[in-house]
């Protein structure tokens, strides 16, 4: 059984602060790996992906991957009460379904 | 360039009626997959088609599911004699072709919210 594990929260942080996101994931074959945000009611929204061992910038965001430690997590830096959502760590092998975890909720208070 | 596109967004059917949900995947992407949502739950792969295949319907219950992806046309979600259980958010993501790195990806239309009751 093939599993992608997240601590639920919420977490909570303060406006400016660094929010850290983990998730760990079961399939050693695991080849690409997802963060989505999802506010309520709404759809998953893209974004970052990984792909190799390492840490990806975009923006704000942060994707770390350690494939050894099965591994992977979100920085966000300077929080914004608009980061308040739960974010979806997901993993797939190329071109296959994306398993997705539970979640984590964050909460950023201004 | 529109996103995937999902209709209807809700849709409200009485036990025993069918449910179709219809997806039309970004521009230039070929693969679709089904994804269901339960309240208080995560997101659970339902099935991957690409046009005229299925090429993964794992996910999907054995009986009053079934899904399509035609050569013209939107693919297609029927769930045939919904019952309550079946209330959920079904949301369809669409890929680009290919095997590249850059191909993974996979992009989430707005949802089609099913309530049954």
């Known amino acids: 059984q093939k599993e992608v594990e997240q601590n639920s929260g919420p977490l909570s942080v303060p406006e400016g602060a660094i929010a850290s996101l983990n998730c760990t994931y079961s399939?050693?074959?695991?080849?690409?790996f997802f963060w989505y945000r999802q506010y309520s009611g709404k759809s998953p929204e893209l974004i970052m992906f990984i792909y190799s061992n390492g840490d990806k910038e975009d923006g704000r965001f942060t994707a770390q991957l350690n494939k050894a430690s099965q591994y992977v997590s979100l920085l966000i830096r300077d929080s914004q009460p608009s980061d308040s959502a739960t974010y979806l760590c997901a993993v797939n092998q190329a071109g296959t379904a994306l398993i997705f975890g539970k979640g984590t909720t964050l909460s950023v208070s201004s | 360039n529109a996103g995937v596109m999902q209709n209807p967004r809700h849709l409200v059917r009485r036990r025993g009626q069918e449910a179709r949900l219809r997806c039309s995947p970004m521009k230039g992407h070929s693969h679709v997959y089904w994804y269901r949502q339960l309240p208080e739950e995560g997101l659970k792969f339902m099935v991957y088609?690409?046009?005229?295949?299925?090429?993964?319907e794992s996910g999907m219950p054995k009986e009053r599911f079934s899904a399509e992806f035609p050569k013209e046309g939107p693919s297609i979600l029927r769930i045939q004699q919904v019952v309550r259980g079946d209330s959920a958010a079904y949301f369809c993501?669409?890929?680009?072709?290919?095997?590249?790195?850059?191909?993974?990806?996979?992009?989430f239309g707005p949802g089609t919210r099913l309530t049954v009751t």
């Open positions: 993501a669409s890929s680009p072709p290919g095997l590249a790195p850059g191909s993974y990806e996979q992009y």
């Open positions: 088609l690409q046009k005229e295949n299925i090429i993964d």
């Open positions: 399939d050693r074959g695991s080849q690409s």
